[in-house]
């Protein structure tokens, strides 16, 4: 451990909270899935937990502009490799995992041991170069979830050259290149909606014009997604300003907005997903920075926020099987039942699977993650001595 990076982990533990919520919302929003009859309330705020992959994004992005600021390196190969430990051994946990957890399903419901129907060898290439993200058959398939995971490496690929920009322009600059870049992803896409999709349609390509309205494709590009990154950016400049409660009130403003746009099929515009990513991402800067400045509360909660925030990749990366374990359980063993309530049974399945994730993910964390990050660093320590 490098010197002074102990007392990094204490000032930066409101990350591991943004973390903790980010992967709270992202299971509620899977768990509400499996549940039918909840109210509409419910049923939104759930739904709203969707955008804790943005969170995590916002997070992630902050997270690398603090580091970078601490390590100060001139060239980007070492920040490269240090990411690669740290993404891909669990993810490609995760190609295997899914795979022979398909197969197992495969087996068990049909009684026979086959290849899961949609897996190509291209798809699993492209999972394995994490290129996935740009192929709108296989971005989400291979590892439930995957998506998220190849747009941060898109992002990865493209943050040397953010962070010197972030660094050389001022605070109000940055914020034009945010404006510009968010102007040519939304032309980008409104070319691709209603131009190039009506014609592939005509030509019986596509069967029909996709939006981006919720989640799906165009949803998951880098495109769509990097003006998410870059207001987590921005952040790590603006974390020694002081939020007013006018500013939280724009953020809570923005939160709801953002759920209206996410769930509210009335005003559907066709680039709601171009909307709310970027709207939430605002009200979660402000609210991190106000975070940042007044410390994290040493209660149960916030402790229990902190050790979620620090297992949250494996989490993110084992709860679908966990979540479709218990529910199966749930329901087969009649506990459904027995508590009528939709919204109990909600509660019931969401502590169940966050509480069995948690402890699954202690696992993959000390077998896998944490190897991979000990590889990177010895990587990196052979090749300065070379």
Known sequence: MRIGSADAAVRHQYIDVLR??????????????????????????????????QLFFV???????????????????????RRFFRIAPLYYFGIILYFVWRSGLSLYQGGQLAVPKGYTISGIVENILFLHGFDPFNFNFVVPGGWSIATEVSFYAIFPVMYLLLRRMSLTQFFLLIIVV????????????CHVQPHLVDREILDRVIPNDQFGYIYALIINQI?????????????????????????AFLIVESCFLLNDRVYDTGFDGFAYPALSAVAFSIITIKISGVGIPSNI???????????????????????YIVNELLFNFGVYEFVKLPEGQLVLLFVSVVTLTYYVSTLTMGYIEAPGIRMGKCFLRQMHRG
């Not at 309330?41 to 969707?50: E, M, R, T």
């Not at 003006?227 to 953020?251: D, E, P, W």
Request: charged share 10%.
């Open 227 to 251: 003006n998410v990154f870059l207001i987590g950016m921005a952040t790590f400049r603006m974390l020694n300003y002081k939020i007013s409660a006018a500013h939280l009130a724009l953020a």
């Open 182 to 193: 968010a102007v040519f992803s939304f032309l980008v896409q409104y070319y691709a909606i």
């Open 59 to 81: 997070a992630s992005a902050l997270t690398l502009c603090l580091s970078a600021s601490e390590r100060d390196e001139s060239s980007p190969t070492n920040f490269y490799i």
């Open 20 to 53: 903790g919520v980010a992967i709270l919302g992202v299971i509620a929003v899977h768990s509400h899935q499996n549940i039918g009859g909840l109210s509409t309330l419910v049923a939104w705020i759930c739904n709203y937990g969707q955008v804790g992959v």
């Open 301 to 323: 909660v916030f402790r229990a926020l902190i050790e979620i925030g620090k297992s949250s990749y494996s989490m993110y990366i084992i709860h679908f099987i966990v979540l």
